[in-house]
């Protein structure tokens, strides 16, 4: 089954203690990007890549890293998490990232940082 | 900037009411134009998208009409379910935007639909 998946599903921390939020694709999908979703706000993007190796920043960078290694993986780092990103993170991919192409989300992980 | 900009919920109907949520953009180039709807607990799928003016995307009932003319891509459905109910997001992706590949949402509509 072609899917997006991502772990964990939710996840609570503390403030300062370094996580990872993987996200895994089996679509062979050049083009991988991560959201946050907040209340009235809608879904903002906060870094994509094009393909392996080649990563860069959306609307909302501040605070993440991402890695692209491996064309199927794309795992979002906070190194230093703070409460205001408590938030709920989507990982996407699509085709080549091409304006008209369906992009293809996880399910979704849910983060509180205390 | 491009942006997109949608009708602010919740919206609640009946069971076999009609459908409307208004979506209008604001795009650089000749945008794609999607709808995708969250379905509670789970993430965003694709409901319909339209690459092109005067093109009409539909799915599972629901159709678009992209209007270049009033940059307006509204959803609509003739008959509402209760299996319906969920978040719908506007969202447009610009040939010529200066991020390949992302997608910019409205702030979503939450449709609650009652038996």
Redesign the interface.
């Known amino acids: 089954e072609a899917q997006v998946t991502q772990n964990p599903r939710y996840l609570i921390t503390v403030t300062g203690k370094k996580l990872t939020v993987t996200c895994s694709q089996n679509m062979n999908h050049e083009y991988m990007s991560w959201y946050r979703q907040d209340p009235g706000l809608g879904l903002r993007q906060i870094y994509y890549s094009m393909n392996v190796e080649v990563t860069d920043k959306g609307d909302v960078p501040e605070g993440y890293k991402v890695s692209r290694k491996e064309k199927r993986n794309f795992p979002l780092i906070l190194e230093s998490p703070s409460p205001n990103q408590t938030s709920l993170y989507f990982c996407a991919s699509s085709s080549q990232g091409g304006w008209t192409d369906t992009q293809y989300f996880g399910p979704g992980t849910r983060l509180t940082v205390l | 900037g491009d942006s ?1 900009t949608q009708m602010e919920g919740p919206v609640t109907l009946s069971e076999e009411a009609f459908l409307t949520i208004n979506c209008t953009y604001t795009a650089t180039g000749y ?2 134009l ?1 709808w ?1 709807v969250q379905y509670p607990g ?5 409901l319909l ?1 339209a ?1 092109k003016a005067d093109d009409k995307g539909s799915n599972k009932g629901f159709e678009a009409t992209y209007r270049k003319e009033t940059t307006s891509f509204h959803l609509e459905k003739g008959s509402v379910q209760v299996s319906d109910s969920a978040v719908y ?1 506007c969202a447009l ?3 010529r ?1 200066s ?5 910019y ?4 509509t939450q449709l609650t639909v009652w038996p």
Do not use: C
């Not at chain 2, 789970?42 to 694709?46: A, I, S």
């Not at chain 2, 949402?105 to 979503?108: I, M």
């Open positions: 997109v945008p794609s999607f995708y789970e993430g965003l799928q694709l998208k690459t997001f992706s610009d040939d935007g991020t390949l590949g992302r997608l949402f409205g702030r979503g």
